[in-house]
């Protein structure tokens, strides 16, 4: 069975963590996660630029209208400059004609993103070997966190081990350890470097190496590992070889939203056709509810279908498979 885990001042119902994940984490599918044990949810990636121009296709994506599932905010910024205005923006926002971003209880730090867009621009991952520049972001983000009307109750950021992997081979990641205990609450390491794909080996060692280090810290914050983890013996296995905290589950969710229930010890990963049913109607009124967009409305209609019919959802194409 599963314990609450802590991270920050949240306490949450379990330690499996939904990722952030684009083109699929909307408020109903994060509900769903969340009801069959999700520890946390959090939106898919936003960009901080988006935020700051006020471009409703960004601020659509901060979809946080349903205060029952935790949710954090996943952000991408460039630099802290950026990263700063934007946070000042969701505060304005919260407070204005968005007052549904009141719902944030977590701000979260994109650096995997592996679209060559962004790392042309030397940020995402590109950034992961300036630990100066790292700092600074992290350090702003908890500054802002003591001044903002949101109740941010957890603060943190989402890493690859590199950019390639020269930068995984020299462990740049190590470096970001110290910084991340400094000023964070929880981090999270996808074990693969950013010009690996999803089919590419997961390192899970690199978990344990930063696991390890975080214990040596002065002020220690939760490991959470990500990659690979599709059931509860994967995630056995995670922990035992890493002695991670938490574990975020990416691709399982979105073959199996019920995959949680398996892995808090609650019940089988494999829905009976009514809960099935019932899960596609919830679903279909909060997106009528919320107005989510129909891409989103496909993406999930199809995987309902799909696990009726027994035959696993495709994982949708992504620029952005971080
Ligand atoms: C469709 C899709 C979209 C994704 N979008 C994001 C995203 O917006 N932000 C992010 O940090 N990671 C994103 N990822 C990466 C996942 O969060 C996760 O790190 C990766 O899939 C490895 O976890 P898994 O093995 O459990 O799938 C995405 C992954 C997929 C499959």
């Given amino acids: 069975m599963s314990t609450p885990f802590t991270i920050g001042t949240l306490t949450l119902q379990s330690k499996y963590l939904l990722a952030p994940m684009e083109g699929v984490s909307d408020v109903g599918f994060r509900r769903l996660c969340f009801q069959n044990g999700a520890g946390i949810t959090w939106t898919e990636m936003v960009r901080a630029s988006g935020i700051v121009r006020r471009n409703k296709a960004t601020l659509d994506l901060i979809d946080t209208f349903d205060s ?4 954090g905010i996943q952000l991408f910024a460039v630099n802290e400059r950026e990263l700063a205005v934007a946070l000042y923006n969701l505060d304005q926002l919260a407070n204005s004609t968005h007052p549904h971003f009141k719902n944030i209880v977590a701000v979260d730090l994109n650096f995997g993103c592996p679209s060559p867009d962004i790392i042309r621009t030397g940020a995402g ?5 300036r630990v100066n520049k790292m700092n600074i972001m992290f350090d702003k983000l908890a500054h802002w966190r003591k001044t903002t009307t949101l109740p941010i109750g957890a603060i943190g950021a989402k890493i ?4 390639n992997q020269q930068e995984q081979d020299h462990k740049i990641y190590l470096r970001l350890v110290e910084p991340a205990c400094k000023h964070l609450d929880y981090f999270i390491v996808h074990a693969r470097n950013a010009k690996q794909k999803s089919s590419d080996p997961v390192s899970w060692n690199a978990i344990k190496e930063v696991k390890d280090l975080a214990i040596r810290q002065p002020r220690t914050i939760p490991i959470i590992g990500n990659g690979n ?14 002695g991670c905290d938490g574990i975020m589950i990416a691709r399982a969710a979105i073959a199996n939203p ?7 010890g609650h019940g089988d990963a494999k829905p009976t ?19 989510t967009k129909q891409k989103y409305l496909d993406f999930h209609k199809e995987g309902f279908s799909r696990m009726l019919s027994g035959i696993q959802q495709s994982v949708p194409k992504s620029e952005n498979m971080q």
């Fill in 68 to 71: 029952g599932t935790p949710t």
């Fill in 125 to 129: 991952p590109a950034l992961l070997k």
């Fill in 160 to 163: 690859r081990l590199g950019l």
């Fill in 229 to 242: 983890v599709f059931s509860a013996i994967d995630a056995e296995r995670m922990t035992s070889q890493t």
């Fill in 258 to 264: 019920w995959v949680f229930r398996e892995l808090t």
């Fill in 273 to 291: 056709a009514i809960e099935i049913a019932r899960a596609k109607e919830e679903y279909m009124a909060i997106a009528q509810a919320y107005t």
